[in-house]
């Protein structure tokens, strides 16, 4: 979570944020700022992240005088700098010991002033953690960081790892020679509300990448305590969403919501599920395959938890924040991220990734107007593939969700009733096709079906396959049931008790004509 301060703190012309690591990092493993009871993470405009040690542990807003940019100062242009290089004594992977080794050659082969911290030392054990903090990468080794000053004053930046050092050394000497430039300080003309840098694809490759922190028993224990908590909807309704705030009501102005980051939600899915992109694969298992499958378990819950939780631009009346926010921001923001492998890549297994993507992130609530823009899309989508139960299971929960939102009579759910009728035809099993006795006759041979791949599944199922059974008729009954009743007035009025000849809506009239066709199948002479 990045939160900016209201103030817009500006110090000799650079802005800073604060930035808190948010709930994807702390159950994804990045260790935050809680380690350092007397620090605080600081990202600069231009992207560097730096630690500063506060004078006091006053509240934030009441004196930030401890937040003095020292990149902007005079005397830091002339003051010395050197290299921090974070090694482990200890360190039992070839891989990474062989990187330290390198790095610390080449630091020597160039001339570069440097120093070592153990990480293995426990004298040292306060400033490597610091080091992680900056980093935001934890165990691994080396790191390289370049240090302006000494003691209190001292100021850690992050540059990289061994690959990163190797690519770049011939460039350091003269950097610490010159100390800093001044084209690395950014000045403001004006006052602008402080953004977060967004992350290249590399520097996204490398967060994906980041082995986790916590053993697997813990993170199933943190997930479990954290799905405790938000599982209860009704107490958590008021902070959601999908709470309710009527007009003219004055007394919710002290009221407050509950905003998680979706990405950071996707971003600890992605790293626990690695193929969910199709052109990824996850490192050899370390563990037993249950616990695993618990912790997948129990993240897909997690993130199903939090949907009422994301930002969909909805405020109680008195939000004194900023007034430009963009209304059902998350809906279309997957929509988005989703849209070109829902319509273009059904003929691989892309669609099915991004339709559980769609599934386990897209927020109930969103506004009328956007659930009519995106239904015909949708459906579009739903039609290009087909006999695929899992597939057609996730698009009748959507349409589910979707059907809350939108008044019956300002949508033709002829389309989608037609769709459901056709499709129960094989979800039924009615043959068609084989051999007849005519030669004539043309040989219809029987079609083909489509499946999710099945490490796919386990973000789908809801438990036993009798289970799964029950929940699906009961999904294509409450769409059945929907899409028949009348939606005009005329429909409704001639379907009245005072109409002389009470006449069928177009719905009930179709579902009836469905039932009589599968009849003859199901009568019990015919079995």
């Keep these: 979570m990045v939160i900016n301060d209201e103030d817009n703190v500006e110090k000799k012309g650079r802005k800073v944020t604060i930035c808190y690591d948010d709930m994807g990092g702390i159950i994804g493993g990045k260790f935050s700022e809680e380690e350092e009871e007397d620090s605080m993470l600081v990202r600069l405009n231009d992207g ?3 630690m500063k040690n506060l004078v006091s542990n006053s509240s934030f807003g009441q004196n930030d005088a401890f937040m003095k940019d020292t990149t902007a100062d005079d005397s830091t242009t002339k003051q010395q700098q050197h290299l921090t290089i974070l090694i482990s004594e200890g360190n039992f992977n070839n891989t990474q010991s062989s990187n330290q080794r390198s790095t610390l050659q080449l630091a020597t082969d160039f001339g570069l002033p440097y120093k070592t911290i153990d990480g293995m030392d426990p004298d040292q054990l306060e400033k490597r953690n610091e080091l992680f903090g900056i980093s935001g990468v934890r165990g691994n080794y080396p790191q390289v960081f370049l240090t302006r000053g000494e003691g209190e004053g001292e100021v850690n930046e992050f540059l990289g790892s061994c690959e990163w050092f190797e690519n770049n050394v011939h460039v350091l000497g003269e950097r610490l020679a010159g100390g800093v430039k001044e084209e690395e300080v950014v000045e403001t003309s004006s006052v602008e509300e402080p953004t977060r840098v967004a992350q290249t694809s590399e520097e996204l490759e490398e967060d994906l990448a980041r082995p986790f922190a916590l053993p697997n028993p813990a993170r199933q224990a943190l997930l479990s305590v954290v799905l405790l908590l938000l599982s209860k909807k009704g107490t958590w309704r008021s902070v959601s969403n999908a709470a309710l705030f009527p007009e003219g009501d004055t007394s919710d102005n002290d009221r407050w919501m509950l905003l998680l980051n979706w990405r950071a939600l996707l971003s600890m899915l992605l790293r626990t599920a690695p193929y969910l992109d199709e052109h990824k694969a996850g490192a050899p298992p370390m563990e037993a395959s249950s616990m695993r499958s618990k912790i997948l378990k129990s993240t897909v819950s997690l993130i199903r938890s939090c949907r009422c ?16 926010v963009e209304l059902d921001a998350t809906a279309r923001a ?9 319509l273009y890549h059904t003929h691989s297994n892309s669609c099915f990734r991004a339709q559980i993507m ?12 956007y659930y009519l823009e995106v239904m015909p899309k949708w459906m579009e989508s739903w039609r290009n593939v087909d006999r695929c139960p899992e597939y057609d299971y996730l698009w009748m929960v959507m349409f589910g969700r979707t059907r809350k939102y939108i008044h019956p009579r300002d949508h033709d759910w002829g389309a989608l009733r037609r769709h459901l009728l056709t499709q129960c035809g094989y979800w039924l099993q009615i043959p068609f096709g084989g051999v007849s006795s005519d030669k004539s006759f043309p040989h219809a041979a029987q079609a083909g079906k489509r499946s999710f791949p099945s490490r796919l599944k386990a973000f ?14 009961g999904r294509v009954t409450k769409l059945l049931m929907f899409c028949s009743g009348p939606h005009t007035t005329t429909e409704a009025n001639g379907a009245g008790m005072g109409s002389e000849e009470a006449s069928l809506s177009e719905g009930t009239a179709e579902l009836l004509s469905f039932l009589n066709f599968v009849k003859p199948y199901f009568n019990p002479s015919n079995t």
């Design 358 to 369: 769609l599934y386990l992130f897209h927020p109930s609530k969103c506004s009328s107007a």
């Design 460 to 473: 789908v199922g809801t438990g036993s396959k009798y289970e799964e059974g029950i929940d699906f008729v």
């Design 334 to 342: 997957l929509w988005k991220m989703t849209e070109t492998d829902l």
């Design 309 to 324: 939780f994301f930002d969909q631009g909805v405020r109680p009346p008195g939000w004194k924040g900023s007034a430009s």
């Design 48 to 50: 560097r992240r730096v």
